[in-house]
């Protein structure tokens, strides 16, 4: 597993920043090789009530800052938010053209997105 540490700064609506002292982000890859998952995972530091939650994001990924803050607000709550890339590095950009949806999508084959999930789970 490979590991970034970052700190996620707080979204600029509907937070306590009592409750959210401090969330740290991490950045890593689960698994190994070619079946390697990039994820992100959130942890808060204070009021950590130790229960983890597999996030699954939207077919804008889980760099998406829409997807990213909604895991802030979670983690903000004590919750350990693991949120794990479905799309191998490829999700869905807001400014592509509606006609290229179709093609993209088939080259993102429900079992791919399952065994991602199955490796985050572990």
């Known amino acids: 597993m490979i590991a970034t540490h970052m700190i996620i700064p707080a979204p600029r ?4 920043e009592e409750a959210c002292e401090l969330v740290n ?4 890859s689960i698994g190994e090789g070619s079946d390697t998952v990039l ?4 942890t808060v530091v204070k009021n950590n009530n ?5 996030l699954l994001s939207d077919i804008f990924g ?4 829409s997807t990213r803050d909604f895991a802030y607000l979670i983690a903000c709550n004590g919750y350990n938010i693991l949120l794990p890339g ?3 590095g490829d999700p869905w950009q807001k400014e592509r053209p509606m006609g290229s ?13 399952n065994y991602y999930i199955r490796t985050s789970i572990k």
């Open 13 to 16: 609506y509907g937070t306590d």
């Open 25 to 28: 982000g991490i950045e890593l």
């Open 39 to 42: 994820a992100n995972l959130l």
């Open 50 to 54: 130790g229960i983890g939650i597999l």
């Open 62 to 65: 889980f760099e998406d800052s």
């Open 86 to 88: 479905l799309f191998n």
């Open 101 to 113: 949806f179709e093609p993209w999508l088939a080259t993102h084959d429900q079992s791919t997105r």
